[in-house]
């Protein structure tokens, strides 16, 4: 059995939402009635456990209950009922400068927010130099942060709390501020986490952000807890909810769209113009049918596939608009054919979407998620790892 480094039993949070409020005794004394509040309802009976050594993602809307949760779980807010029970040191990063003082210079805040998150100064003197070189403001750390950009702040806060190598970190959002390079500083920092058995806890509204990180995922709707388990799964039910006219179809497959035209099926299709059987090779040449019945006539339609591999991690996308194939319209029955003449993936599993949309592509008709699969086995050319084949080759220069 795992064990488990937050669990999670029963919680509620309630807040109250002034609609009327008395902010004196004077103000109460001139109105002659209390302030009016309501009762805002933030987590609804919320359970489930985190294992140890796992990177746990918590999905939803705005409002949804992520972030009041999380500061639950770093005992910033107390539940109203219900347990969180935490195994091991904890750090959070909620907030861009939580535990900062503006007026102090960044030397002083490392040793400030240290403090604050239970490291002593014997600790903070060793590893100073090493928070300072992970947050990249070296030439600015004796300036006070209140001449920090929010980047700034972002990535000195974070190298404090990930420094005090925590067993369980908290990170809520602030990611999003941090650039690119420092944001894939952050990715390989939490997989040394993961490599450690470390338990991370992300908040984020960057879906390929999360599929590449996390493993197992919560989503909450409404204070509600909809569903837990596996990141790919959770990750992608949360996605596919946010899109309008979601439906399950009579084969299983999830699609969203208007439905002026469907997607009926997508066939794969090797070099002879055969139906391929599901496993197909390196190397070799495949064609995507993508059948479709358009119940009224559509000017200047757009068809797009796109591949993931089976963990969730986008791949490849290629529709008409992009490739200017243009179509003048569609009406009734057709199909359309994607050749790709040779198949430059490694050996695994992979799933293919369709879809049809207008010529601006903000309008969907129809996408049908996992239209098609196929595994690619080992073939010509072959390489080492990952998902795609480059051919690369090796050589001695010349002289050398």
Known sequence: MNEIAVSVQNVSKSFKIYKELNRTLKSAIIRRRRSVAE???????????????????????????????????????????????????LAAML???????????????????????????????????????FSGVEEFIDQPVKNYSSGMYVRLGFSVAIHTRPDILLVDEILAVGDAAFQDKCT?????????????????HSIPQLRAMADHA????????????????????????TKKGVRIDSDGRVRWGSGEALVERVEVLDSEGQPADYLVATGDRLTLRLHYNASQRIERPVFGFSMEALDGTYLWGNNTRDLEFHIDHIEGRGAIDLTIPRLYLQPGQYVFHGSIVNTTTEHVYDYVREAAAIGVKRGTPFESGGFVILDGRWSTPAGA
């Open 39 to 89: 009762d805002f309802q933030a987590l609804n009976d919320v359970s489930f456990e985190i294992e140890k050594g796992s990177t746990f993602a918590l999905v939803g809307d705005n409002g949804s209950g992520k972030s009041t949760l999380l500061k639950c779980m770093a005992k910033i807010l107390v539940p109203n009922s219900g347990t969180i029970v935490a195994d091991g040191r």
């Open 95 to 133: 907030e861009v400068g939580s535990g900062f003082h503006p007026e102090l210079s960044g030397r002083e805040n490392v040793y400030l927010n240290g403090s604050i998150l239970g490291m002593s100064r014997a600790e903070l003197d060793a590893r100073f130099d090493e928070i300072v070189d």
């Open 188 to 204: 390989k920092k939490f997989a040394d986490l993961r490599n450690d058995g470390k338990t991370v806890v992300v908040v984020s």
């Open 218 to 241: 919560a989503w909450l709707q409404d204070g509600d807890l909809v569903e837990v388990g596996s990141a790919r799964t959770v990750i992608e039910r949360y996605g596919d909810s």
